[in-house]
């Protein structure tokens, strides 16, 4: 005898491969069925599965029968048409009801076979034990479910500590007009990093600032929260804006956050009846300046993002504003909001100060405006301040309007 005829020898006689003793025992369940879902054999892996004897179920039962109330429907609806239709269904989940009433999470392929004339004649089924895998999916479900309660819990925390950092309205100003607007991106649930602050220093010393934070959700929102507040305490300290965004930017670095910001930042001061605005940007746009016939222009010179560079260079910019005046501030969301391939612009951002100059909302008439270029999609978010010197009313002398310019404070 060859070497490999011994070992196939040796082989057989371990196995003693038996067919009705490997069909018995398999390692799942074996069912063989008539074609109205009859139960004419059952190996006995299977009655160890579910519970039954032999005499009970040949015979006696349908594979229907040893299922669950949603288990028969579902096999009426679905297994039993698509047996018939395609001859095999693979992989399918029942819950088998064992002789004792306990439910057993199974996965059934079934291959139908037919007579020489085609007439459906058996169903031949394998039943698998899905117990470890029901488990391990419900696991997944709940792990799944945690996940989701975590994530909403921490965009309600976002979105509660953000609602903190806007102010719902602007503050009322004595002889300025000042209005604001926020959008965050997409459907307005997201929580963003754009951000703006109106506060007061002192008599006739306001401060806006404006900014964008990298990032979005929790984390923008925890260094928002710290750009503002920051901003806040540097400005009692610091006359001017660029020593104040030089400030914040030793204190975000310092943080050891890898998030940025821009900031722009504008003090208005009133001086013999005239508002000064002393203009810094940190990496932000520069502010727009109007009056009321045009043009529109940009003010002052663009520094250093805030929270980058240890070294960076920041600048002030004085302008005098005339009655009639508006200077508008605004996040990147406004000029890069896109419709298609194409931008609303610059362009597009000029003509609506000037299209909204006098308008009660100007702010909010910008914001819509971007919006409708979007289809009321905000790709990013949007964040948009103006502040408006009023005109003298009828009754109040005329005074001599005031060239606007860069020059120091009286």
Known sequence: MNPDAATEAFYAALLDDDPDELYDRAPCGYLTTTADGTIVKANATFLGLSGYAREHLVGQRTFADLLNAGGRIYHETHYAPMLRMQGTVREVAFDLVRADGARLPVLVNAVMEAASDGTPKLVRVAVFDATH???????????????????????????????????PTPPNVPGLDVSASYRPAGDGQEVGGDFYDIFQIGPGDWVVVLGDVCGKGVEAAVL?????????????????????????NRVLLDDGSDRFSTVV??????????????????????PLHARRDGPVREVGRTGSLVGVLAD???????????????????????TEGRCGPEFFGERRLHDAVLRHHDTAQPAEDI???VLDFQNGTARDDIAVVVVRVPLPAPSDPPTQPTTARTEPLP
């Open 265 to 286: 930042l504008v003090r208005l001061r009133l001086h013999a009846d005239a508002w000064v605005a002393t203009i810094s940007s940190g990496g932000h746009p520069l």
């Open 224 to 248: 928002t929260a710290l750009v503002r507040y920051t901003v806040r305490a540097l400005t009692v300290q610091e006359q001017a804006p660029s020593a104040v965004l030089g400030a914040l």
């Open 367 to 369: 914001v819509a405006d």
């Open 133 to 167: 895998r029901r488990e391990y999916e419900r696991e997944l479900l709940r792990a799944k479910r945690r996940a989701e309660r975590s994530e909403a819990h921490a965009q309600e925390l976002a979105r509660t500590l953000q609602s903190t950092l806007i102010p």
């Open 312 to 334: 960076v260079q920041m600048h002030d910019t004085q302008l005098r504003l005339a009655p009639g005046d508006v200077l508008t501030m605004y996040t990147d969301g406004v």
